[in-house]
């Protein structure tokens, strides 16, 4: 099993190759993939040395799956070629997820929608995966009319620099700005790029996003998302309005039984989940359950996941596990 990490040198594709010895997943031979200034350096994996190389000697080996974090240009650029060699590509990026050719997968949502025909396979936004994996029971159960949320989202989503960014304002230290204001003691109402209808690249892909992975176009979503000072995963407040109507303690059955969801939901005891106690798990975590008072059929719930694990790499991971256990790669 040969297996490539194109942009291993990254946040996230450093994260992949830790989450792919953790699980043990059978690499037989790593293939880092970096960009050229970083050919002939080294990463670490399982206690061994790998040497990066170039795209072009990667494909040369014919590795069985190619899971990329190397940024959209590049994806787009190289997943392609990468396909065309018959090697299976799971991409991190935001470069192919809403390709209607494509699919957008989360497995324990919709890994079944993959076949061995699909060579480009997208890994979705990391805000919408931990929002998925608990909606889907949900909607299964009561069929979900609308979804408003919010979310906090650590500066680890953002890359290095960022992270350099709130550590150097907590010393007092001038330095490379990831974020047009201070991060630290601060949050900011703006993650990716402003559109035309007043949102944020961010939250319509977690409207656009969620509808293709759920599999239901009639799914309204409508999000805010902000930046906060956290390194641990995000977080989200969602309400949630069904069809149908709920018994609470059936909810936290059926969250608790969820593949993927570990239920933190005891306020008694102040036990509700938190970025930093998600921090490098690969579950997403519920809690704060509630009946929303104001209007009938709706729920209130609060969501974290680490975005680097469950929200990046592990999600990745996951799908070649699953291609794998298929006979697929």
């Not at 008694?268 to 929303?292: E, S």
């Amino acid at each position: 099993m040969k297996v490539a990490v194109v942009g291993a040198t990254g946040l996230v594709g450093s994260k992949i190759l830790q989450v792919l010895a953790e699980r043990n997943f059978p690499v037989d031979e790593l293939i880092p993939v970096a960009s050229e200034k970083s050919i002939g350096k080294e990463v670490s994996f399982k206690g061994k040395q790998y040497k990066i190389v170039s795209a072009a000697d990667a494909i040369a080996t014919k590795p069985n799956v190619a899971i990329f974090s190397a940024g959209g240009s590049t994806s787009l650029e190289l997943a392609p070629k990468f396909a065309e060699a018959g090697i299976t590509v799971i991409d991190n990026s935001s470069a192919w997820r809403m390709d209607p050719s494509k699919k957008l997968v989360v497995p324990e949502v919709n890994a079944a929608v993959l076949t061995p025909q699909d060579k480009i396979i997208a890994n979705p936004n990391c805000s919408t995966i931990q929002l998925v994996v608990v909606l889907k029971p949900l909607h299964e159960k009561y069929r979900i009319k609308r979804v408003v949320v919010s979310t906090y989202q650590s500066v680890t989503g953002t890359g290095v620099k960022a992270v350099a960014q709130l550590m150097n304002e907590r010393k007092g230290i001038e330095g490379e700005m990831a974020y047009k204001y201070p991060i630290d003691l601060n949050a900011i109402p703006h993650i990716d790029v402003f559109l035309d209808n007043g949102y944020t690249k961010e939250e319509m892909k977690m409207t656009n996003e969620t509808k293709k992975i759920m599999g239901d176009d009639s799914i309204r979503v409508t999000a805010t998302c902000v930046r906060i000072p956290t390194v641990g995963g995000h977080s989200e407040s969602v309400n949630i309005e069904f069809e149908n109507d709920f018994d609470l303690a059936e909810v936290k059955d059926i969250l608790s039984n969820a593949p993927g969801v570990v239920l933190k939901d005891d306020v008694a005891n102040f036990i509700y989940p938190m970025p930093l106690t998600a921090h490098d798990k690969d579950d997403t975590f519920v809690g704060r359950i509630r009946r929303d008072e104001t209007q009938p059929k709706t729920l209130n719930c609060w969501i974290v996941s680490d975005n680097l694990r469950k929200g990046a790499a592990t999600n990745a991971v996951q799908i070649a596990e699953y291609l794998l256990n298929k006979g697929m790669l």
